[in-house]
């Protein structure tokens, strides 16, 4: 007995440390922002108090809404095109890839994983700018007689996004492809699965942890990015976490725009209890 | 179908590797703008970048982050990692939730949290305040891979070494952690990654001394130059021949 | 305490007094032209000390970095020079002795005592100015139709418009192009603004900020750039010279920035040199050209260091028509500005 409570002394002794840190510096902010989510502004300065103005000005000014669904639009499409692009990229390193060739085929594949992340979303602007690589090609074969506008728009965001996210997807949708075992196609095949039958029973089913968890990272990490639309979307239409730093840096209004923290919160718990069924955070 | 899927593999690495070329191929630009036509090979931007005073500063500034806090949250991942995977404590699903939870949280919310925190407690934002959030976000990643490394195999070798007397300092540092070394150097490694490229907690908690994002964004906010293509490739040159030699040395062997 | 005992103590005290002025560093709050190291350099090598700037976009940006920090924090600040009065209403700035300021030497309109002197007492002084009206590419686009504002609106030029990401010059040009006054706009005028603010935005390709916005009138992703000015494109005047803007019939905008003593500063006498550097000759033509943008220096004794170059490219000859055709920032109070950025923000969403 001595001996367990010895253990649990130490064991509280270990984890202390973690705990107090993640407290101190993650639970405890988190909660000051939602508290000074409830202020409110009066000319420049924050009257603490219960309002919940903040949270009523987020889901009725237009401007607000606007951004809250130019947010999910973006995030949903991006989760989804990429989850598309990867799954076969990561099919192909992982059945028809040599296995000595895997591991470099995949390094290759995530490899512009290792430009800055700020040089990667200013990059996509030189390639798709009105003097960028692609309209400069497309020009000299005569497929176009107009520069197309590809720099700040929607379709730029989302192309810088889907290039990130397309590099994680596939790393995570190879590690659970490799690890299935080869006997199971191996028998689906044998009990005369067409090979669509095999993907669609066997392999997905299987794979769709992995696969679910990577789209659920993909959607919190794109929703709550401010780098990429910042560059790439040329101010032509605001996602959330443009609008939070707008209210922060020009307005210097903290309330709102940790209220719109709190919303954008929301959404990714909202988006982690539709996945949790699949979702092993602790697995990634 | 075989064809098709070389195909795809094709077009898919043209997809991944086309802005990292252009950027790489418009740092050599002897011209003023990072865009067509190509006006002559030139290395006058690197020679710029590697004399800038600020940009050097933000470079040492951003190892000394990543460094000093992936290791601290590398230590307290692994340690609590150890006691919530080898002592039965009350409430551990709880506690196993609350340190994976900034896993799930946007930087932008973590980083908001914080400013708050220390503007209203008078804390003056440095690079130490920058790091305390790298910690935040980095300390999950490390818990979660420790925690998932922790085999039966540890456990025995945990317990004859304690039952020759060691004391649980001694286990976790000669029996524990070298029997994880693999695991630990990957999270270690990680964890420099993303803090080494995180920008948005660095860019909302310092002042002046900044970290190399940071110096990034602002050079971008002066304007296209081949200035900011030069600073983007000599990073990409270094991150990749540290990641292939990673790859070649510890995790090869670690095999 | 005996002799003794002084030494050490003296001894003591030498140190602490010698290590921080060793170590001296003045804390700028500044637009971006202050972080120009041809600027700031010749100051801190002439007074052995650093200067650390920090940016920030927009006044009420500028007070919450303030009203985050600890007294002390920051020396000095830059700052619109129609805000002068906010700044100081919030006790953000100390009282500069007016007679250490060469204002004898600036162009009259540009002492501005009416928004640099509240109450009797300095606060700050003008360093530079310009204008927000239209920069264009004259290869383009036709120099005649830039005279008038209604073009830009007509559709002719639909797509290859820039507006300038700052919602006071481009609210106050709007304004005028409505044959308001950038003085009459308050909260019950400014609802009559949105609707061609909204029109502009649809024409538009892009907002956007000092810099892309040189870039995109650079690169040709856009040849009209609304709230512009010599600003914008004097830096790019080597590299394109078919960059060209106007004062169009209906007016535009006169920009000042004004730089001032924080309040709460732990070292005023530095802080008032750098000032006084920053209004001096030397530092004014400086400034005027400084990298991220140029502009009309305050103190017009600032010609006799610039280059004939420099002043061509600042048409330094022709401020005096140019200075009676323009108009000062809007100065909303409080609620006026919040409609105003509402309005801003919503046209960026739009």
């Known amino acids: 007995m001595t001996l367990e409570r010895q253990e649990r002394r130490l064991g509280w002794g270990l984890v202390a440390p973690?705990?107090?840190?993640?407290?101190?510096?993650?639970?405890?902010?988190?909660?000051?922002?939602?508290?000074?989510?409830?202020?409110?502004?009066?000319?420049?300065?924050?009257?603490?108090?219960?309002?919940?103005?903040n949270y009523v000005r987020a889901f009725t000014d237009w401007t607000m809404v606007k951004a809250l669904v130019n947010s999910l639009e973006i995030t949903l499409i991006v989760t989804a095109v990429s989850v598309l692009l990867a799954y076969p990229l990561a099919a192909i390193i992982a059945f028809r890839v040599p296995a000595r060739w895997q591991r470099l085929a995949l390094l290759m594949a995530v490899l512009p994983f290792w430009t800055s992340y700020v040089v990667r979303s200013y990059a996509w602007l030189l390639v798709l700018g009105q003097k960028g690589v692609v309209n400069t090609t497309l020009l000299a074969l005569g497929l176009i007689a107009e520069p197309l506008q590809m720099a700040s728009t929607r379709f730029a965001t989302v192309t810088g996004f889907v290039h990130f996210f397309v590099m994680l997807l596939t790393l995570t949708i190879y590690a659970n492809l490799i690890q299935l075992s080869p006997n199971y196609l191996r028998a689906a095949a044998d009990l005369g699965a067409g090979r669509w039958q095999v993907f669609r029973h066997v392999v997905l089913p299987l794979t769709l942890p992995g696969v679910v968890t990577g789209a659920f990272l993909t959607f919190v990490l794109c929703i709550g990015d401010y780098i990429t639309p910042q560059i790439l979307g040329g101010n032509t239409e605001l996602t959330l976490p443009q609008l939070i730093m707008l209210q922060m840096g020009r307005s210097g209004n903290f309330p709102l725009a940790s209220a719109l923290s709190v919303v954008l919160m929301g959404i990714v718990t909202l988006a982690y209890l539709a996945s949790a069924r699949w979702v092993r955070l602790d697995r990634v | 179908m075989r064809a098709l899927s070389w195909?795809?593999?094709?077009?898919?690495?043209?997809?991944?590797?086309?802005?990292?070329?252009?950027?790489?191929?418009?740092?050599?630009?002897?011209?003023?703008?990072?865009?067509?036509?190509?006006?002559?090979?030139?290395?006058?931007?690197?020679?710029?970048?590697?004399?800038?005073?600020?940009?050097?500063?933000?470079?040492?500034?951003?190892?000394?982050?990543?460094?000093?806090?992936?290791?601290?949250?590398?230590?307290?991942?692994?340690?609590?990692?150890?006691?919530?995977?080898?002592?039965?404590?009350?409430?551990?699903?709880?506690?196993?939730?609350?340190?994976?939870?900034?896993?799930?949280?946007?930087?932008?919310?973590?980083?908001?949290?914080?400013?708050?925190?220390?503007?209203?407690?008078?804390?003056?934002?440095?690079?130490?305040?920058?790091?305390?959030?790298?910690?935040?976000?980095?300390?999950?990643?490390?818990?979660?891979?420790?925690?998932?490394?922790?085999?039966?195999?540890?456990?025995?070798?945990?317990?004859?070494?304690?039952?020759?007397?060691?004391?649980?300092?001694?286990?976790?540092?000669?029996?524990?952690?070298?029997?994880?070394?693999?695991?630990?150097?990957?999270?270690?490694?990680?964890?420099?990654?993303?803090?080494?490229?995180?920008?948005?907690?660095?860019?909302?908690?310092?002042?002046?001394?900044?970290?190399?994002?940071?110096?990034?964004?602002?050079?971008?906010?002066?304007?296209?130059?081949?200035?900011?293509?030069?600073?983007?490739?000599?990073?990409?040159?270094?991150?990749?021949?540290?990641?292939?030699?990673l790859e070649m040395l510890v995790f090869r062997r670690a095999k | 305490m005996t002799p003794r005992q002084m030494l050490p103590a003296t001894a003591f005290g030498l140190i602490v007094m010698a290590v921080p002025s060793f170590a001296q560093e003045l804390n700028a709050l500044v637009w971006c032209d202050h972080t120009d190291p041809a600027l700031v350099a010749p100051f801190e090598e002439k007074f052995g000390v650093k200067v650390n700037v920090k940016e920030y976009e927009g006044t009420a940006a500028g007070l919450a970095i303030l009203d985050q920090s600890q007294p002390g924090d920051w020396d000095v600040m830059v700052i619109d020079a129609v805000d002068v009065g906010r700044a100081v209403e919030a006790g953000r700035l100390a009282e500069i002795p007016a007679d250490a300021l060469p204002t004898g030497d600036f162009f009259p309109e540009l002492v501005m005592p009416e928004n640099n002197v509240v109450g009797g007492k300095t606060y700050a002084v003008t360093e530079k100015f310009g204008y927000n009206t239209i920069s264009y590419d004259k290869t383009k686009v036709d120099p005649a139709d830039m005279e008038d504002m209604a073009v830009l609106t007509g559709g002719k030029y639909d797509g290859r418009i820039g507006i300038y990401d700052y919602y006071l010059p481009v609210l106050g040009l709007v304004a005028l192009g409505q044959g308001m006054k950038t003085a009459d706009i308050n909260a019950d005028t400014l609802p009559k603004l949105k609707e061609p603010l909204m029109a502009l935005r649809k024409a538009s390709k892009q907002v956007s900020d000092v810099v892309s916005s040189q870039t995109a009138l650079a690169t040709g992703e856009v040849d009209i750039v609304v709230g512009g000015g010599e600003w914008l494109t004097a830096v790019l005047a080597a590299d394109n010279p078919n960059l060209d803007w106007t004062i169009p019939k209906q007016g535009g905008l006169r920009w000042a920035q004004s730089i001032g003593v924080v309040a709460g500063t732990t070292q005023p006498d530095l802080a008032l040199e750098f000032v006084k550097y920053i209004v001096s000759p030397e530092g004014q033509a400086r400034l005027a050209t400084a990298s991220c943008y140029w502009g009309m220096p305050a103190n017009a004794k600032a010609g006799d260091v610039l280059t004939p170059e420099q002043k061509t490219v600042l048409r330094w000859d022709q401020q005096p028509e140019f200075l009676k055709r323009s108009q000062l920032y809007p100065i909303p109070d409080a609620a006026t500005d919040t409609a105003m950025q509402d309005m801003w923000t919503e046209m960026l969403n739009q």
């Open chain 1, 18 to 53: 973690a705990l107090v840190w993640t407290g101190a510096f993650f639970a405890l902010p988190f909660l000051a922002m939602v508290a000074l989510s409830f202020a409110h502004m009066e000319g420049r300065t924050v009257v603490r108090g219960f309002d919940a103005g």
């Open chain 2, 7 to 245: 195909l795809y593999m094709a077009v898919a690495y043209l997809f991944i590797f086309l802005p990292v070329a252009v950027l790489v191929a418009f740092s050599f630009q002897a011209g003023r703008l990072p865009v067509p036509p190509f006006q002559g090979f030139s290395l006058r931007w690197y020679e710029k970048v590697l004399g800038d005073r600020d940009l050097m500063a933000a470079l040492g500034h951003s190892f000394l982050v990543a460094v000093v806090s992936s290791a601290l949250a590398l230590c307290l991942g692994f340690l609590a990692a150890h006691a919530l995977a080898r002592v039965r404590l009350p409430g551990s699903v709880l506690m196993r939730g609350l340190l994976i939870a900034p896993m799930t949280v946007s930087y932008l919310i973590i980083a908001l949290g914080l400013l708050t925190v220390f503007g209203s407690l008078g804390i003056r934002l440095s690079l130490w305040t920058v790091g305390a959030g790298h910690v935040v976000i980095n300390l999950p990643l490390c818990f979660a891979i420790c925690y998932a490394a922790m085999g039966d195999q540890q456990r025995s070798a945990e317990r004859a070494a304690r039952d020759l007397g060691a004391a649980e300092w001694q286990v976790l540092a000669y029996v524990s952690a070298p029997m994880l070394a693999a695991p630990l150097a990957a999270a270690f490694f990680l964890s420099v990654t993303f803090s080494w490229d995180e920008f948005i907690i660095a860019f909302l908690l310092t002042r002046f001394d900044v970290t190399l994002p940071v110096e990034i964004w602002s050079m971008l906010r002066s304007g296209l130059s081949p200035a900011t293509n030069a600073v983007g490739s000599l990073v990409f040159l270094v991150s990749v021949t540290l990641v292939v030699a």
